[in-house]
């Protein structure tokens, strides 16, 4: 499911809200132990873009 949630955040990535919407979505499937790795590859991958959103979407989760 990790790479799955990659390549949908990397496709809505046009879009702020969406992008938000479906990293929550991600966040939910994907493993306990795999949640650290999404957030450093979104922080890496988006963060010069998205920067509050990952953070606030992960703010409660890790």
Not at 19 to 39: C, H, N, W
């Amino acid at each position: 499911m990790f790479e799955l949630s990659k390549k949908i955040l990397s496709k809505v990535s046009f879009d702020r809200h969406l992008f938000a919407k479906e990293l929550k979505k991600a966040i939910g499937y994907v493993q306990p132990s795999e949640r650290t790795l999404l957030k450093i590859w979104c922080l890496s991958t988006f963060g010069h873009v998205y920067q509050s959103e990952i953070i606030e979407a992960f703010q409660n989760i890790i």
